[in-house]
């Protein structure tokens, strides 16, 4: 079974930093992308950024320029370091990965969040 543990939130002050880190364990076939999503109170889940296995890289634009998405494939790892933090990038933060589990078969699975808050 695969498995998603993300670690690294925590309360920052807006404009510092932080960085989230997400494991993942269990058997694949393939990995297809890692990547994170954000849910603020009363709003629906956000896409911010994915790594593929190769170490393209995609991001939101409300994310561009101030995150940074990375991966340690050995330690099937994928990071996230935010910066310029600001007070609406406070949110619960969720790994999300895609992976073929064999050749045919292909699941998407969700870590199960890490608070991030940004004071003033």
């Known amino acids: 079974q695969v498995q998603l543990v993300e670690s690294g939130g925590g309360l920052v002050q807006a404009g510092g930093s932080l960085r989230l880190s997400c494991a993942m364990s269990g058997e694949i076939y393939a990995l297809n992308t890692m990547g994170w999503y954000r849910q603020a109170p009363g709003k629906q889940r956000e896409f911010l950024a994915y790594?593929?296995?190769?170490?393209?890289?995609n991001y939101a634009d409300s994310v561009k320029g101030r995150f940074t998405i990375s991966r340690d494939i050995p330690e099937m790892t994928v990071f996230l370091q935010m910066d310029s933090l600001r007070l609406e990038d406070t949110a619960v933060y969720y790994c999300?990965?895609?992976?073929?589990?064999?050749?045919?078969?292909?699941?998407?699975?969700w870590g199960q969040g890490t608070q991030v808050t940004v004071s003033s």
């Open positions: 790594i593929t296995s190769g170490g393209s890289a």
């Open positions: 999300n990965a895609d992976v073929l589990v064999t050749m045919t078969s292909r699941q998407e699975y």
